[in-house]
């Protein structure tokens, strides 16, 4: 299965719509379960947080932000330009990061 592992192996990626697209008109979504290496829960805490995942295309200032309902779990995740993008990962107090390439569709 073709997967991401973030670069402080927090998180992995797994990608059941690879490749991963810019607009996938008539085809599979960008479908990926983000799966987190089990953690701490900090004390106090009664759900879990949302993934915010922020994402900046290489070599621009081009950015934008998706959440991910009740932390990591399956997700679509679309991006409005086709390239490679840096992903930083936040949720439950972690933090990751990897790089997700989308390709012209």
């Known amino acids: 299965m073709p997967h991401v592992l973030g670069a402080r192996g927090e998180i992995v990626a797994v990608l059941f719509g690879h490749p991963l697209a810019q607009a996938r008109k008539g085809r599979p979504t960008n479908k990926i379960l983000w ?10 805490a009664t759900a879990p947080q949302a ?13 934008v932000t998706r959440e991910v309902a009740g932390g990591p779990g399956p997700s679509i995740v679309d991006i409005p330009q086709a390239g490679c993008w840096r992903l930083e990962l936040r949720w439950s107090g972690r933090t990751d990061s990897m790089d997700l390439v989308y390709a012209d569709s």
Do not use: F, K, M, Y
């Open 35 to 44: 799966v987190a290496r089990p953690g701490a829960t900090p004390s106090g």
């Open 51 to 63: 993934l915010r995942i922020t994402a900046t295309l290489d070599g621009t200032g081009t950015r």
